[in-house]
């Protein structure tokens, strides 16, 4: 199953558990909901890896989180256009979607994550020196929380209120 593209329209929200992954070339920052995808918290950070053992990882979270539907962060250009990043972003969303049956993959656009993730943590008194452990993961925070608080909710549990 391929890769949903970030210009798709959104599929009915499905209740249930969220992981939002961000691509690096060095490490891949992962991020999981709570069972009722309102809030994105900080889960792992994965070394990618030639033999793509952090593919298999992911597939086991998703797995053992229990995970209904994995984003993965679209880096485009500030222009919108997509560059070696994007490619390689994408690349790596259909090798992850190739592992995980039908769990559906989403991209979505990310511009500025690893910029407002880092702006974040230095709020919270994290020098960048300290930053480079948690980074990533700050930046899946970042990119899975937005697409969380961008989806409509439906039914009588949506945001409190009734259908």
Do not use: C, F
Request: glycine share 10%; hydrophobic share 45%; no cysteine.
């Amino acid at each position: 199953m391929p890769a949903e593209d970030a210009g798709n329209a959104a599929p009915a929200w499905v209740p249930g558990r969220r992981l939002g992954v961000d691509v690096g070339t060095v490490r891949v920052g992962v991020a999981v909901s709570d069972a009722t995808g309102m809030l994105a918290s900080p889960l792992v950070t994965l070394r990618r890896a030639k033999d793509q053992s952090d593919l298999d990882r992911l597939a086991e979270l998703v797995v053992t989180e229990e995970v209904v539907e994995v984003v993965v962060g679209l880096p485009k250009h500030l222009s919108g256009a997509s560059g070696a990043s994007a490619r390689d972003a994408s690349a790596y969303a259909e090798a992850l979607a190739s592992r995980i049956g039908n769990v559906p993959v989403h991209l979505v656009d990310e511009r500025l994550s690893t910029v407002t993730a880092a702006s974040h943590l230095r709020a919270g008194g994290i020098t960048a020196r300290n930053q480079r452990s948690v980074i990533d993961q700050a930046a899946a925070v970042v990119i899975l929380q937005s697409h969380l608080d961008g989806r409509p909710r439906t039914g009588p549990d949506a945001w409190g209120r009734h259908s």
